[in-house]
């Protein structure tokens, strides 16, 4: 049984608190730090079991039971809070992005150079049950060789403009995802992008100096061609699908819904919505992926997802950003 | 190249013409014969290619000329003029039912007896692209050895009052398709038939001595149950569906609609309605059973259904009949 | 916070179990009970936070600190213990069913007489997600009124014949579930019974006095007409759906499996069978049964089902017994 | 009743034989041309009704009494013959693309200047049940705003090297229709073209100097995104498939297949594969261009598509293989 810190007591924290009580046998959540620590969070925190609630991170890192964190603040923190916990002997379960800024990913490269710890990333997607069975379905060779990679990733609705002003811009906020799985499904590295961009959604955006939709195509290193499509805004709720087209077939994925009801009237057939939020379609994932990096400590197996996992959809989303600037086609060994 | 006569030039008479113009190639239709032809009807047929119009369907008969006819009038002439059509020498192909009255049916029977001709009955869903699908799926044992068999048939609206009271009654006027279907998917004949109907759609069919819905449940020879479930009444359009379950799986048909375009937005995932009416459903079936009986005739085949075909449908609508009026369950052989 | 006993540790004793530690905040397991209780099983129970285990559940019965029990024990000590845990006046969650005995289940009626006990029976499916989206677009008169309803409930594999031959005949063990559903989704009590029964799966399950297929249809209080079909064994896993067609349109749900991921190649497009197993069809309905019983004590509100929601699947069951055996319709009230 | 000629009695010039004969109420074919003639194909036209089989499309263009003629002999001829048949005073029906050269399209709209002459190109998928009913959702504005558009047309099988080496190049010959198709969907016509293409099906096709398969984004004037996603060779049959995603809500129409049977089995849930075929997914919407072409021309009426239909989806390729060949976004101002 290990014992586990969190850091960062937001929606996403509490997340995985909850995964660790409920689903997890092998680990507890000793301990919760947040600088904004508010009182029913504390109470919260407290009927799920956890012993120690602080404002400070440090306390947890100083605490020697506890083997591992989760690091889940605000994402400028990810890769400083990253460091210093590796420097603690911690193992790092840390939200994605690391950082948006390569140098200092480097430095959390350079950190676990020589120990032994895991550090892993948090693109929950790989752990959804949709997306898991097609890259099963690609890896076993069932379709042949990947050759064209659809991606669609839509948000129900639009951050505040406020969120979007320090977000790093969606290639690198919510695109990242879909680069994660993009090299997820191809098995393989990006070598070039190229974006069409556009600010259809909301000017405000616009004018905080962003994009709201775009296409996104990419060429593999396995020769494949992935295209993601990006909107900030789904009137039908978040719609989050993949296909994957190769030498001998296609598997793809539709999105999941609260039931498989159908309704036949006079007005069509209609059955019901994608589910509309985040937490609704990947609470599964958000368990998965931490019971593997709990897994991968207490038996020493490699963790599904690295450092270097990280970066790489930091440099797509980087090359990303590059190429809407440039209206031009960038290669990932540009921003290297 | 035959020449065909069709006697009754009313809606289904004028999509049997239809079907021969355009898509039977060894056949024409020679002429054309109903005791209230009209002059829209008869400069349509001309239109058509029709050589003769007539209001005397006997001139059909009497013309040497004409190798087959087709039965398309009212149902009370269907086996009187049968029998005319074949102590003629015509080759026939009757509408369904053929008659309600056993009786007439074996009149039909007797004067075939010692001919070569050809005697197809009209159910033309065994030409469905989806059933066929179905029953091909069935018969080259995919699903092993059938155990239930499930026919959903549920029409757009109500028939009028007036036809209600000389339709024979809901069993044999509309359940007979699904009868025959029984029989095409289980590939062998009824035991025992039990009905549990009712009358909720339209108060008038009830106090027309009919019911408008119903559960009918057969037990066939090779041990398979069928349950048939029928409505004069669907708000969503015309329901045309059948589920075969076996010992080593199932294979199951969905409606057909105008196009596979599906909406999404805030109210749902919509897809379009299954197709309303029988004649936009069908019409591919109804050319494809011309079709195979000018071929029977052409290359001297069997035709795909013959006049025993036309007799067991009969044979489960009356005993459905009587179980309805008895309250249990009947067997085929009390009705021979 | 309520204290709990469960009386039976078998496999769905583990699921209420489980179900109460993760999800039930309200109540926590004090108690387990069962006459097998073996070492592995008292383990696992310490484990997941069980105070007391024990092999006699009248240690729970007469501990005052446990306020309710959930009765998981073996189907003949259901009515009895029930009886017993009344007067010991612990509320009760009682697995289906309560008794093959309407005597029985007559003396628990008896035993609440008088008291302000809540008695749930483990009707699971009327929680589950897809038959709460059914039932609710009935209850909102998305379709009109009820005309016709089609419960298909076909298992996995057959059970053992020691446990045919225990189990009360297939009507008592698994059309029950069936019987319980046809009246969620009516909106009230059948009237009439009609069974066509066969033996088609395994001819030891007909040696054993059995049948293992059968459609069974009803007449229900408003009129509706039900239809269930039942297989002990479906080679493409546990199928469960429901269709309920009305005077203004139909509701319909589909199966559940494990991912949406569709395959498209040269042998055509394949999606997952159902989910094989009914633990996890059903896993989130039985931890749903469990919250609104406990959420019934904690706030006093009416138990989703009481006991005479216990008591009519019976006499369902037994007049579907009567119809196969008598071969023919058979009324509710011939069984009170 | 307007008579008509053919030009090019191959494969499409049969189709429209066909469908004139068999749907087209107002024409007639009098005449087909074809340099290849031979017995077979003259033998085949006279049954079909055909008066006069030639080898000389000259005959045709000099026979007062045929109207209108439909170009569907080989590609390097069609505008020529065009402006041939405008001058002889025909309406014109040519099968796409009018010519890959920019000034010959030009010679052909300026032969109609002052004519009232119809000139209707061959993009047969806008009258394709599902297409249609995705533009009209579209159109009626049941999706809002368009903002991001899919099209997805992948060939079942790569052509002959021989006639890869005379097309053109696929994005003339074959993303030419997909062209049309954003047109179609987007209500307006493309301002840039990026194309990512990769030779990954048969290096013959490489070696031809052509791509076989690529995806294509473009920017269209109302600022909607548009991407293509083309392939050669698709193992599962001919996927034709599009989705219109805006500001309120999606259309997306999935493939048709030949029957909606499905089989459950051990293995999964087995749909049909997509038709395989183009002639059989499309045969409908070759009959439907065909007579609202007749129609145009006798009800004098604005044909679906025009000369500037034609030399749009031209431009669109001509820009694409720019795009590939430069390796960069490409503004469609920049080919003309």
Redesign the interface.
Known sequence: MIKVGIIGAGRIGKVHITSIA??VKDAVVKSVADPFMNDETAAWAKAMGVEVVTKDYKEILADPEIAAVLICSSTDTHSPISVEAIKAGKHVFCEKPIDHDIEKIQQVIDALEGTNLKYQVGFNRRFD??Y???QR?VAEG????P??I?ITS?DPEPPSIDYVKVSGGMFLDMTIHDFDMARFLAGCDAEEV?V?G?N??DPAIGEAGDVD???I???MEN?A?V?I?N?R????GY?QRAEV?G????????????????????????????LFFFLERYMDAYGKEVSMFIDAIVNDKEAPLNVYDGLKPVLMGLAAKKSYEE???VKISEIM
Chains 1, 2, 3, 4 share one sequence.
């Open positions: 409920t689903r049950h949709n898991e069975a097609v379905a069932k379709i042949g060789k050759e064209i659809k839509r190229y069409q556009a259809l959604v939709t775009a296409v195509t990419m060429k020769g061609i295209v499509d909107s805004r789904s009137a039908y719609d087209f030498s001998e077939g296609m598997v793809a994925c539709e999105n999941d819904s609260q039931s498989k009801a159908v309704l036949s009237n006079a007005d069509g057939v209609t059955a019901e919505k994608p209206h031009r086609p």
